[in-house]
Nanobody, 126 residues
Framework: QLRLVESGGGLVQRGGSLRLSCAASGFSLNNYAIGWFRQAPGKEREGVSCISSDGGSTNYADSVLGRFTISVDKAKNTVYLEMNSLKPEDTAVYYC???????????????????WGQGAQVTVSS
């Protein structure tokens, strides 16, 4: 069974850091790009970051550029999102998703994804 499971969310103060993990099971990341998305209450879903299957290409939303870093550990079949200098406006449910690793997948921020994780809450207090 194909699954994506996020972990690492939580409550942190402004300026703090968190690392989210997205563990894939039932399939290999060799053929999929992985994206991180977030959705805050009352707001539309936002693409945060995307990484190609080989980890060689990445993309970030302007709102997180320079603060967030996406990476992949293929041995562990896991993608990470390191989040630093967190702000209250980063508060949201964060989802990882798998998208077929095409030529333009990373450019288009892993849209459209094929498989989704269940989400992890990130709350940044002021």
């Amino acid at each position: 069974q194909l699954r994506l499971v996020e972990s690492g969310g939580g409550l942190v103060q402004r300026g703090g850091s968190l690392r989210l993990s997205c563990a894939a099971s039932g399939f290999s990341l060799n053929n999929y790009a992985i994206g991180w998305f977030r959705q805050a209450p009352g707001k539309e879903r936002e693409g945060v970051s995307c990484i190609s299957s080989d980890g060689g290409s990445t993309n970030y939303a302007d709102s997180v550029l320079g603060r967030f870093t996406i990476s992949v550990d293929k041995a562990k079949n896991t993608v990470y999102l390191e989040m630093n200098s967190l702000k209250p406006e980063d508060t949201a449910v964060y989802y990882c998703a798998a998208a077929y690793n095409g030529i333009t997948t990373v450019y288009y921020m892993c849209e459209p994804p094929e498989y989704w994780g269940q989400g992890a809450q990130v709350t940044v207090s002021s």
